[in-house]
T-cell receptor, first 111, second 114 residues
Framework: DQQVKQNSPSLSVQEGRISILNCDYTNSMFDYFLWYKKYPAEGPTFLISISSIKDKNEDGRFTVFLNKSAKHLSLHIVPSQPGDSAVYFCAASADNNDMRFGAGTRLTVKP | DTAVSQTPKYLVTQMGNDKSIKCEQNLGHDTMYWYKQDSKKFLKIMFSYNNKELIINETVPNRFSPKSPDKAHLNLHINSLELGDSAVYFC?????????????FGSGTRLTVV
């Protein structure tokens, strides 16, 4: 059962523009959400997280938005840079247990 | 159901014991991975296998030994468990190596060494 879904396998944006990566989940018990970034031949690295008591968390160019009623979260990258080109994973957990990952979205930022 | 399944989900064991975590995928993927998640939620890759062959072997103690009997299975055996081995371990698979985005993760095995 795919409880965390990233429906866009790839996304291409121009440098300087906004990148929006989307993630949907089905389990209403999830209370903590994370985004990971992965370069080729490396493991995923933690990027930003949000707990269910918030609807927005910002860290520099990265902002995560959580819409609990829609069971949807998104990662905004503004402005996008070529070094942001990577695969992004959305993940969710309930009570810090049983983390579930999306399949990933490949972001390509073109110069 | 098509999935990556790990067993057991929880594992509590004493220091010095030897334990195994099993991982199986029925997605037909060629590549499988083991990741260790630390207390800060960082995922560190431990091993990667492609069609039963080891392609990534990060710096992990040699007490950790992966075994891939076929491309659908990648088990993790840990000898002489230590307190610092306590973590959540994730198995994952992808269709073909690093170039493909279609990763599927298992739900994790929480290992507690006491």
């Amino acid at each position: 059962d795919q409880q965390v879904k990233q429906n866009s396998p790839s996304l291409s944006v121009q440098e300087g523009r906004i990148s929006i990566l989307n993630c949907d989940y089905t389990n209403s018990m999830f209370d903590y959400f994370l985004w990971y970034k992965k370069y080729p031949a490396e493991g995923p690295t933690f990027l930003i997280s949000i707990s269910s008591i918030k609807d927005k968390n910002e860290d520099g160019r990265f902002t995560v938005f959580l819409n609990k009623s829609a069971k949807h979260l998104s990662l905004h990258i503004v402005p996008s840079q070529p070094g942001d080109s990577a695969v992004y994973f959305c993940a969710a957990s309930a009570d810090n247990n049983d983390m579930r990952f999306g399949a990933g979205t490949r972001l390509t930022v073109k110069p | 159901d098509t999935a990556v399944s790990q067993t057991p989900k929880y594992l509590v064991t004493q220091m010095g014991n030897d334990k195994s975590i099993k991982c199986e995928q029925n997605l037909g993927h060629d590549t499988m991975y083991w990741y260790k998640q630390d207390s800060k939620k960082f995922l560190k890759i431990m091993f990667s296998y492609n069609n039963k062959e080891l392609i990534i072997n990060e710096t992990v103690p040699n007490r950790f030994s992966p075994k891939s009997p076929d491309k659908a299975h990648l088990n993790l055996h840990i000898n002489s468990l230590e307190l610092g081995d306590s973590a959540v371990y994730f198995c994952a698979s992808s269709p073909t190596g690093e170039s493909n985005y279609g990763y599927t993760f298992g739900s994790g095995t929480r290992l507690t060494v006491v």
